[in-house]
């Protein structure tokens, strides 16, 4: 890639997801919660998917499961916030 010159199109959404599969890699390796939340959310997504008993129920089951997740992974990384704005 040249200097000045960004990806565009389907170049810039494989990289970006290549980026984001670096990042959940890296938080599973150095994030013991996260690994624990790997291993539960396998066991547990599947359950909620089973025991409810309509989309509103499963959607609940699943994303409470899904939404810690995401609270683990956010404060793992302080910088953040602050690359988000540069």
Partial sequence: MREGRRPQGLTRLRL????????LRHC???EAAFRQETWLAAVLVPAGLWFGKDGGERALL????????AAIVIPAHPTFPRRLYQ
């Avoid at 970006?16 to 990042?23: D, E, K, M, Q, V």
């Avoid at 699943?62 to 997740?69: D, H, P």
């Fill in 62 to 69: 699943v994303g409470s499961m899904l939404g810690t997740r």
């Fill in 28 to 30: 599973y390796r150095s």
């Fill in 16 to 23: 970006a997801t290549l980026n984001s599969l670096r990042g």
